[in-house]
C-alpha cells in the first residue's frame, strides 16, 4: 500500500455502504484501484502534468461507481493534495456548499 497523506481515509471501503448502494464485487474492485491511484496522487502530486485535473477525474468515477449523481459540488479529495494551503474546514462547512475556497499561496488551485 501506498504511504496514507492526511485528510479522509482513501485505504478501506465502507462495507455497509457498499451493500445499501449495490455495488457490484467488479465495481468493487474497481473502487479499490481508484483509492489506490487516488492516494498516490494525492501523496505525490509532483510526479503528474495535472494532479489537480487527475483527482477531479477520478472523483466521478469514483461518485458513479459508487452509484451516486456524478456532481463537482460533492467532491473533497482535492483539498488534500500535498502542499494545498487551502483552508480544509471552511471548505467542509455547509454554508460554502458547491464552491470552492482557494488561496493565493496554494500552487495547486489559485488561477490567477
Avoid at 62 to 73: A, E, I, N, V, Y
Avoid at 91 to 110: A, L, Q, S
Wanted: aromatic residues 12%.
Amino acid at each position: 500500500m501506498k504511504p496514507s497523506v492526511a485528510g479522509p481515509s482513501v485505504a478501506k471501503l465502507n462495507a455497509d455502504l457498499l451493500k445499501k448502494q449495490n455495488v457490484s464485487e467488479e465495481s468493487e474492485l474497481l473502487l479499490e484501484e481508484l483509492y489506490e491511484s487516488l492516494s498516490h496522487i494525492l501523496a505525490y502530486p509532483e510526479e503528474y502534468e495535472d494532479p489537480v485535473k487527475l483527482i477531479e477525474g477520478l472523483e466521478l468515477k469514483l461518485q458513479f461507481l459508487w452509484g451516486f449523481p456524478q456532481d463537482t459540488r460533492y467532491h473533497r479529495y482535492w483539498k488534500y493534495i500535498k502542499g494545498c494551503t487551502c483552508p480544509k474546514v471552511d471548505n467542509e462547512d455547509p454554508m460554502y456548499f458547491g464552491r470552492r475556497i482557494t488561496v493565493g499561496d496554494c500552487k495547486w488551485h489559485w488561477r490567477k
